[in-house]
């Protein structure tokens, strides 16, 4: 019987398996920067878009009840965009204002405020048609910083808001 007097691995083969595991957690770790990456650009679109549709539902939901000679589109201030707040009154009253300050969209209503997002990067509001001025068209554009510095955003433009009254 004879037994082979080697026992263990050679240089070489150890150097292989080494370069071998090397190479894989290089691509691994790619890969799960990648996957990483791909899921927060994922979860920032999805709540920039839950974020965006609940506060376009508020936005029209008030304005269809407004009185349409009481509606007024300007700017909240000097360093805001054009056209950035609409002011109008209720039938019922109330005193309903939608603005966008730095980036935070703001609703008045009779003076009390609330911030529906803090991530505003552009609002608008304009009328489509200079011979009805009881549809108000609405856009939106809401942004988030997602990972390096780098943001993503999400347009939202509303249908044009009919003003029932």
Known sequence: ??????RGY???EVMVVVAI???????????????????????SRIDLQREARAAIYVI?????????NTIVIDRFAANQPFFSRISFQQIQGQSVVFYQSGNQLIQSVNGRRSTFS??????????????DMTIVSVAMTLQQTVYQGRLKALHMASEKVQVMN
């Open 21 to 43: 595991l090397g190479i894989m957690s290089g691509v691994g770790a790619n890969l799960m920067l990648q996957i990483n990456r791909f899921f927060i650009l994922t979860r």
């Open 1 to 6: 019987m004879v037994r082979n007097p080697r």
């Open 10 to 12: 050679s240089l070489i």
């Open 118 to 131: 803090k991530n505003v990067r552009y609002l608008a509001f304009s009328f489509p048609r200079s011979d």
């Open 60 to 68: 029209t939901r008030e304005l269809r009840q407004a009185q349409s």
